[in-house]
């Protein structure tokens, strides 16, 4: 099955700053990789995705790149914000009748007031 | 718009007691349904998935279950809760792979076992 690592698991940066959050996968097959953020105690909420025919994508200060040769993609966050601070979360899933999505353990990002 | 629910949002449950966690979706029809566990400091775990009502598919062997009894409505259950089955339970949804639409979540149960 797939498996999905993330790192770091904990980031720390001064507001103003760029994070950058990473993550392989190992299933070749996989083509759909969300990235979701998670504040305590509510359940995750999507921020931005990516499908395996693209390299790419923006929205505001928030991108992700993937690699499919390489098999792994990147979250970027430009001029972090304190209310940036949570924990996000990567996930790849194949193609199927559901999307079962395969998660990695998570980034605790911290912006620094 | 479409929202789900989730309930209880916390339960505390004695070992051997049974559970029920249920779930909603409203302002959409035929969603694939998803159960998720999430251990502390930890990712998040598929447990069971649904493609229609009363069609289940698990993920890992366990101690739970769950049913569809109604197009948006999913269920998680246990005859007799494990200590281990403690944890944060997420329930997902979304339009199916061929929409090409995202899942999303609900707000989760904090389920303790003691």
């Known amino acids: 099955g797939e498996n999905v690592e993330q790192h770091p698991s904990t980031l720390s940066v001064q507001e103003g700053d760029s994070a950058v959050i990473k993550c392989t996968y190992s299933d070749s097959a996989s083509n759909y990789f969300p990235w979701y953020k998670q504040e305590l105690g509510k359940g995750p909420q999507l921020i931005i995705d990516?499908?395996?025919?693209?390299g790419e994508k923006k929205d505001q200060r928030i991108a992700v790149t993937l690699n499919k040769t390489a098999k792994h993609f990147s979250l970027h966050i430009t001029e972090t914000q304190p209310e940036d601070s949570a924990v996000y979360f990567c996930a790849a899933s194949r193609r199927g009748s559901a999307r079962q999505l395969t998660f990695g353990s998570g980034t605790q990002l911290t912006v620094l007031p | 718009s479409q929202t789900i629910h989730q309930w209880p949002a916390t339960l505390v449950q004695p070992v051997g007691s049974p559970l029920s966690l249920e779930c909603t979706v409203e302002g959409t029809s035929n969603p694939n349904l998803y159960w998720y566990r999430q251990a502390a400091g930890r990712g998040l775990q598929l447990l069971f998935y649904s493609v229609g009502i009363g069609q289940i598919s698990s993920e890992v062997p366990q101690n739970l279950s769950a049913s569809r009894p109604q197009d948006r409505q999913f269920i998680l259950s246990s005859k007799k809760l494990l200590l281990s089955d403690s944890g944060f339970y997420l329930c997902?949804?979304?339009?199916?792979?061929?929409?090409?639409?995202?899942?999303?979540f609900g707000d989760g149960t904090r389920l303790s076992i003691l």
């Open positions: 990516i499908r395996s025919n693209v």
């Open positions: 997902a949804w979304d339009q199916g792979y061929s929409s090409n639409q995202p899942q999303h």
